[in-house]
């Protein structure tokens, strides 16, 4: 690689780890985080760490011009559940600085971008059942629409400039290290912490609310691979579905009894609940398999034993 990699929203749940990742790949050196925040001493330590506001245009294009920034994984945005309470400030974060990115890329100052969307692009009247990648996608959160957007934006720079931007819809991701930031799937990392520190929880989701969901390990491994596959194999330049497994909140609560067998849960379904029915309950990814040979490694079990594992 001849430039290096700026990280945006590199202090969030996927940032922190995947700038460790990219760390661990590239040379902490050549992997610049950035955050509005401070990130974890780990993050801040590690290697390079600037506070960055990702809708400062001038900002943004003068620390890639600065630090040589050959590819972008922009990864602040304002999620789900957070955007339904400010809706112009997540309508105005998750496109302003989509579009700063899209045009360094186009002005060839950066070579690649990596965006992140969401199962969050579907909405009532998707098929909720094995989701295909191609079909109605009529979002209804703030949040829905700003990726659905984003993805036809996406593929509108890829079409028109030739820019290089990939992108993953994300499920609802599980991890230890960093905590979730204001999604509707945010539930299955809080149960894990609350199951250790009380043996009880409160849902604020149904207890048969099927979504899909993905262990960190494996979203992290997605990216990179994206980012690592030839262009000529990225044939979905809007995004691409991925799918890890599928879960209600009583089928985790099940699968962390077998660990914590005192463990109970109760349910208080919230506002989330309205936004976590609207989404798909389980997800196809055959196109993410045949262009760039994805296969999610961790199942429901093989998640929770790592989650208690790491978090007791
Ligand atoms: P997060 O909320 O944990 O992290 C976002 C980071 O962006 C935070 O550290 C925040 O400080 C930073 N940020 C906010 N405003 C900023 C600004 N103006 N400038 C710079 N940084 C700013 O979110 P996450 O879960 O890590 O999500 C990362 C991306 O992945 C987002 O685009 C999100 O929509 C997408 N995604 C996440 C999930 C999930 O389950 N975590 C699922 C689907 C898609």
């Not at 720079?157 to 991701?173: A, E, M, N, Q, T």
């Not at 497994?245 to 109970?264: K, N, Y």
């Amino acid at each position: 690689m001849s430039g290096k990699i700026l990280v945006i929203g590199a202090s969030g749940q996927i940032g922190a780890e995947l700038t460790m990742k990219l760390r661990s790949i590239h040379g902490s050196e050549n992997v610049i985080a950035a955050d509005i925040r401070e990130g974890s001493e780990e993050l801040t330590k590690s290697g390079p760490f600037e506070i960055l506001d990702a809708t400062d245009r001038e900002k943004v294009g003068e620390v890639c011009r600065t630090r040589d920034i050959q590819d972008v994984y922009l990864m602040a945005a304002m999620l789900s559940a957070t955007g339904e309470r400010f809706p112009d400030k997540a309508w105005k974060l998750n496109m302003d600085s989509l579009f700063i990115v899209l045009d360094l890329a186009k002005e060839k100052v950066i070579q690649r971008i990596f965006w992140p969307s969401s199962i969050a692009v579907f909405g009532p009247t998707t098929p909720k059942i094995n989701t295909p990648q191609h079909t109605i996608m009529e979002p209804t959160t703030v949040y829905g629409i700003s990726k659905q957007t984003g993805e036809r934006w996406c593929e509108y720079y890829h079409k028109k400039y030739g820019v290089d931007v990939r992108s993953i819809r994300y499920p609802g991701l599980i991890s230890w290290k960093t905590l979730p930031g204001g999604g509707t799937t945010d539930y299955a990392v809080d149960i894990f912490h609350k199951a250790i520190e009380h043996k009880s929880y409160t849902c604020f989701l149904s207890a048969g609310t099927a979504l899909p969901m993905m262990y960190m390990h494996d979203a992290i491994r997605a990216t990179v691979d994206l980012m690592d596959a030839p262009a000529s194999q990225i044939k979905e330049r809007s995004s691409y579905n991925l799918s890890g497994m599928s879960f209600t909140p009583q089928d985790i609560a099940d699968a962390i009894i077998q660990h914590i067998p005192e463990f109970t849960i109760n349910y208080e379904p919230d506002s989330r609940q309205q936004i976590a029915d609207s989404w798909p309950s389980s997800i196809d990814d055959t196109p993410a398999l045949e262009d760039w040979n994805w296969k999610a490694a961790y199942d429901l079990e093989a998640t929770v034993s790592e989650m208690l594992e790491h978090l007791s």
